[in-house]
T-cell receptor, first 114, second 114 residues
C-alpha cells in the first residue's frame, strides 16, 4: 500500500538559506500534518492542513510557512535557516470525516543546517 | 509544557516476558490516544489506539489500557519479541475540540533481550 512520501530524505543547508520540504500524503487522505523532531526530543507539532486550508497551528516559527495544494500534497518552506532548525521533519496524513482515524507518518526529512 | 509524559526513557525485557510501557497526560480534553513505534531513521508507525469511551483495546500481542481518572495509559506487549525493540511514543489528541493534531510523549526505548 502507498505510504506518505517525503522528499528529500536528507538536506544540508547553510545558515540563512532557505529550504523546501515536500510531503505527498496517502491517496485520498485530505489532512496533512508537519512535525519537527530535534535530537533526543519528541516530535513537536508545527502545522496542519485540511482540504488545503490551515486547520491547526503549533510551534511553527514565523520564518516557516506551509501550504497544501489541490492534489493534497504539502510543502514546508523554511527561510533564514538557523543552526537550531537542524532536525527530522515528519509529515503525516490522515483521512478526516468523523471516526477515529490514525495519522500515518512518512519517513521524514533530515535537515542539517551548517 | 509537556502535556504527554513518558517517565521511563528506557526499558529492557527478556524475550517471552511482558513489556509494560506507561504514559501520563495532563490535558483533560484529550479523548483519543495512540501508540507509535519508531525505528531509527524511519517515521513513527501506528501501533494501536484507544478512544476515551473505552478502557481497553486489544490487538494481537498489544493491549492498551486507559485510566481516565488517573490520566494514565499503558501499552502491554505479551509475549515480547526481539523485533519489538524500538522507541515507543505515546500520543494524544483532543478530537472533541475539532483538532486532530497529536501531542507526543518523549518516548520509551524498549529493548527485548533474546
Amino acid at each position: 500500500a502507498a505510504g506518505v512520501i517525503q522528499s528529500p530524505r536528507h538536506l544540508i543547508k547553510e545558515k540563512r538559506e532557505t529550504a523546501t520540504l515536500k510531503c505527498y500524503p496517502i491517496p485520498r487522505h485530505d489532512t496533512v500534518y508537519w512535525y519537527q523532531q530535534g535530537p533526543g526530543q519528541d516530535p513537536q507539532f508545527l502545522i496542519s492542513f485540511y482540504e488545503k486550508m490551515q486547520s491547526d497551528k503549533g510551534s511553527i516559527p514565523d520564518r516557516f510557512s506551509a501550504q497544501q495544494f489541490s492534489d493534497y500534497h504539502s510543502e514546508l518552506n523554511m527561510s533564514s535557516l538557523e543552526l537550531g532548525d537542524s532536525a527530522l521533519y515528519f509529515c503525516a496524513s490522515s483521512l478526516s470525516g468523523g471516526g477515529n482515524t490514525e495519522a500515518f507518518f512518512g519517513q521524514g526529512t533530515r535537515l542539517t543546517v551548517v | 509544557d509537556q502535556q504527554v509524559k513518558q517517565n521511563s526513557p528506557s526499558l529492557s525485557v527478556q524475550e517471552g516476558r511482558i513489556s509494560i510501557l506507561n504514559c501520563d497526560y495532563t490535558n483533560s480534553m484529550f479523548d483519543y490516544f495512540l501508540w507509535y513505534k519508531k525505528y531509527p531513521a524511519e517515521g513513527p508507525t501506528f501501533l494501536i489506539s484507544i478512544s476515551s469511551i473505552k478502557d481497553k483495546n486489544e490487538d494481537g500481542r498489544f493491549t492498551v489500557f486507559l485510566n481516565k481518572s488517573a490520566k494514565h495509559l499503558s501499552l502491554h506487549i505479551v509475549p515480547s519479541q526481539p523485533g519489538d525493540s524500538a522507541v515507543y511514543f505515546c500520543a494524544a489528541s483532543a478530537r472533541r475540540t475539532g483538532a486532530n493534531n497529536l501531542f507526543f510523549g518523549t518516548g520509551t526505548r524498549l529493548t527485548v533481550i533474546p
